[in-house]
């Protein structure tokens, strides 16, 4: 008896083939859309309201968006929510590199340089102890000290890049982040003035003390023209540490990656050995230093150069804000409001903490320097 076999056109090879490469992408681009609409809402919300900025109202939106509407939260969306927080997040920090100049640390002068890194290992080492004393460690704990040390958000979103840091992590250091900085921009000026402070050592002050750009800029230029231009060079100096930072971040991952590959082979053997042994190898430097860091180097360095007209810098500024608030919105989505409730108030504590030492070690620095 002869059979024949019938075949739709989706069921030849070539065809069935090319569905199976095309619907990861279209699911990538079901996510990426959702992402894509909150980040459409962001980003205006955080010009009309630049104290707030782009960003925070992305996580924000993206919390409550996934709290309305459960089903955003599916794994059906999960591929566009994972590009967005990944590729996204470090393709901002290239882009916001063009923002940085060398020129402009060089004029900041060795005077204060002094009480930058003292304020950093203040808050680094802050972090580092009461941490361990509160009992938030881990992502949490980096996260928070890293954008207490350097530059809020943007140091946020380069350490999560280079360590791969739990969601719960990220919208809790941003929530610490972004109420130190209202704090900050409501009670600096009249301190500074309280403290017959001059705009030299206010600008020093409110660049060293104060995290996010914006949260300084408002600072600075509401005590005076002179305090507002030194805190933004201070600041944007500040924001080079997170070369040595990340790359001190990636390659303690790395460590941490090995030391538990080498207790797996003390309690195991044969097929134990095997998942292992690639972890064991030698790390090309890719591992090392993260592709994103080289190019927020190289992105600084074209800055300096002059290869960046300055008529470029507020497009390049805009389109870094928006690829950060569409991967901080990516976060939202995805995050449990659970993982949130689970952490309680300690980061938040540990936040008010390193933000209080450094603001108060800043000042104490300079009365020396």
Same mark, same amino acid.
């Given at each position: 008896m002869v059979q024949f076999e019938v075949r739709t056109p989706d069921s030849h090879p070539a065809v069935a083939t090319a569905h199976r490469r095309l619907d990861p992408v279209v699911r990538r681009l079901r996510g990426l859309g959702i992402v894509l609409l909150v980040t459409a809402v962001a980003v205006p919300l955080g010009r009309l309201v630049p104290l707030v900025g782009g960003p925070v109202f992305g996580i924000l939106l993206g919390v409550i968006a996934g709290s309305v509407i459960p089903a955003l939260r599916s794994d059906v969306w999960r591929p566009g929510y994972d590009f967005a927080s990944k590729t996204l997040l470090q393709l901002s920090i290239v882009v916001l590199g063009t923002g940085l100049s060398l020129q402009q640390v060089a004029r900041v002068g060795v005077s204060s340089l002094p009480v930058m890194l003292g304020t950093l290992a203040l808050a680094l080492g802050g972090a580092w102890v009461f941490g361990r004393l509160l009992g938030v460690r881990g992502d949490t704990q980096t996260l928070i000290g890293v954008g207490t040390a350097i530059c809020g958000g943007s140091a946020i979103a380069a350490a999560t890049a280079a360590i791969g840091?739990?969601?719960?992590?990220?919208?809790?250091?941003?929530?610490?982040?972004?109420?130190?900085?209202?704090? *900050? /921009?409501?009670?600096?000026?009249?301190?500074?003035?309280?403290?017959?402070?001059?705009?030299?050592?206010?600008?020093?002050?409110?660049?060293?003390? /104060?995290? +996010?750009?914006?949260?300084?800029?408002?600072?600075?230029?509401?005590?005076?023209?002179? *305090?507002? +231009?030194?805190?933004? /060079? /201070?600041?944007?100096t500040r924001s080079l540490t997170l070369i040595p930072i990340v790359l001190t971040l990636a390659a303690l991952k790395i460590r941490r990656e090995n030391r538990a590959a080498r207790a797996l082979d003390a309690v195991g053997e044969g097929s134990y050995k095997g998942a292992t042994a690639s972890i064991r190898q030698p790390l090309p430097w890719r591992k090392l230093v993260p592709l994103f860091l080289i190019g927020f180097v190289a992105a600084a360095g074209l800055r300096s150069a002059g290869a960046v007209p300055e008529s470029w810098l507020p497009t390049l500024t805009v389109i870094g804000t928006c690829l950060i608030t569409a991967a901080l919105a990516a976060i939202g989505l995805s995050l449990r409001p659970r993982e949130l409730r689970d952490a309680g108030p300690r980061p938040l504590l540990l936040g008010a903490i390193l933000w209080a030492l450094v603001a108060v070690g800043s000042l104490v620095l300079q009365s020396f320097s």
């Open positions: 840091a739990k969601r719960s992590s990220v919208a809790y250091a941003l929530a610490t982040i972004f109420t130190f900085n209202i704090v *900050a /921009v409501l009670t600096f000026p009249p301190l500074g003035h309280l403290l017959g402070l001059s705009s030299e050592a206010f600008g020093l002050w409110a660049g060293t003390a /104060v995290n +996010d750009t914006s949260s300084v800029v408002a600072a600075g230029y509401a005590y005076s023209q002179a *305090a507002g +231009d030194q805190a933004i /060079v /201070v600041k944007l």
